[in-house]
């Protein structure tokens, strides 16, 4: 008897519990040219981590709105082919609530035939929504990043310029007429974040193209390089660099909402760009183990 009770006592004290997965946020890494040649690179993956009863998919992705593209079909073959409780998507602040139904009809209204406005994150939360699993926005409330950095020593029209230079190719990529774009567009969208950040007056068009020209040393344009909004944390832009201090605040929040999720939830998805993943990487292999990777070049499990 007395072995019995010695055996399960000991069973019960190797079961893993949640302690053992902590996702620890001194292992996220800035982004650096170096890690340009980590897995998964340009190619839309899965990453499947698994400990105990605690699961999590993370499908890194290459940005896309094309229904035919790797990361569009990747997404659909994670809630066909895959079970999970709940899903955590990139594009809004978490803090807008569990499963808001403004962003699923912007995601639905978004869905022409072969093309999705909102990209992978539309997709996925209309697949969760076909589910009911709750979906979440992964993002911290944009005057949080502008707090930060601000304490980074970044003036509001630094933050209000990247802003807009790292929205235009999103526009380009939504087929949106590239003909007078930036004066269509930028006034409405600095707007909301003049909104946002309580400032007044709120910079116009021609201040973001002044900004934009001292900064950079060439026009504004909509053809923004990929460069030019690349979070290097050594970069010799001004973008580059806000974009490495912003994607480190977002990285930091994010995984504090995992930590939430996966303690809430079990097992959990989350759909995000492929940069995030190789800038997490370290925490989550370090409180899961390395994970098992799946592509749409791989066999069906």
């Not at 002044?210 to 970069?235: Q, R």
Request: with cysteine.
């Amino acid at each position: 008897m007395i072995h019995r009770l010695l055996v399960f006592a000991l069973f019960l004290f190797s079961l893993p519990t949640f302690a053992e997965l902590k996702l620890d946020p001194n292992l996220i890494r800035k982004w650096t040219q170096s890690l340009d040649s980590e897995y998964p690179g340009d190619q839309p993956t899965l990453a499947n981590y698994k400990q105990g009863a605690y699961e999590l998919y993370y499908l890194a992705a290459t940005h896309s709105s094309d229904i035919s593209s790797p990361t569009l079909k990747l997404v659909n073959r994670l809630f066909f082919t895959h079970k999970f409780d709940a899903l955590l998507v990139e594009p809004f602040p978490h803090s807008k609530g569990e499963s808001p139904a403004w962003f699923l009809k912007l995601a639905k209204d978004g869905y022409r035939g072969d093309f999705i406005l909102g990209g992978e994150a539309a997709l996925a939360i209309i697949r969760a929504d076909s589910k009911k699993l709750p979906f979440f926005g992964g993002e911290p409330d944009h005057r949080d990043i502008f707090e930060e950095l601000k304490k980074k020593g970044y003036s509001a029209l630094d933050v209000l310029g990247f802003y807009v230079v790292r929205q235009i190719p999103q526009w380009v990529r939504e087929k949106q007429d590239t003909v007078g774009l930036l004066e269509r567009n930028v006034p409405k969208f600095i707007s909301i974040y003049c909104k946002e950040f309580s400032l007044n007056p709120c910079p116009s068009l021609k201040d973001i193209r002044v900004w934009y020209k001292t900064k950079m040393g060439h026009d504004l344009s909509v053809d923004i390089k990929n460069e030019e909004v690349t979070p290097f944390a050594e970069g010799t832009l001004i973008t580059q660099r806000i974009s490495s201090a912003t994607g480190d605040i977002r990285d930091r929040y994010t995984l504090k909402l995992l930590q939430q999720m996966l303690e809430k939830y079990k097992r959990v998805a989350i759909v995000y760009g492929s940069g995030h993943f190789v800038t997490l990487r370290k925490s989550l292999d370090n409180a899961f183990g390395p994970p098992s990777f799946e592509t749409m070049n791989s066999p069906l499990k």
